[in-house]
Nanobody, 115 residues
Framework: VQLQASGGGLVQSGESLTLSCAAS????????MAWYRQAPGKRRELVAS???????NQSDAVKGRFAISRDIVEKRWYLHMYKLKPEDTAVYYC??????????WGRGTQVTVFS
């Protein structure tokens, strides 16, 4: 099983960026798809998630600015980030839970926002 995150980069405050996560190697369905981030010196935190039923959740820090979407068939999910702030700078990780309740992490993609 592999999760490949992409789309990170260096952007100016106020700009937008979309991250993608491609999952491969799953024999069953991917039930929960999520994005976490970890800033230097801080703990990894949940950014957004989407359940098998399509219910989405965002952290208070990004609510109203970030959105998560998915393509179930392709086993891809996205993090649409708008109005980025310097405090959004972090390594962003995609995360998945499959139909056996096993959890998987991607390797992360760096997002850097400068003012």
């Amino acid at each position: 099983v592999q999760l490949q995150a992409s789309g990170g980069g260096l952007v100016q405050s106020g700009e937008s960026l979309t991250l993608s996560c491609a999952a491969s190697g799953f024999t069953g369905s991917v039930n929960t798809m999520a994005w976490y981030r970890q800033a230097p010196g801080k703990r990894r935190e949940l950014v957004a998630s989407i359940s098998a039923a399509g219910r989405t959740n965002q952290s208070d820090a990004v609510k109203g600015r970030f959105a998560i979407s998915r393509d179930i068939v392709e086993k891809r999910w996205y993090l649409h980030m708008y109005k980025l702030k310097p405090e959004d700078t972090a390594v962003y990780y995609c995360y998945a839970i499959d139909s056996t309740s096993s959890a998987y992490w991607g390797r992360g993609t760096q997002v850097t926002v400068f003012s």
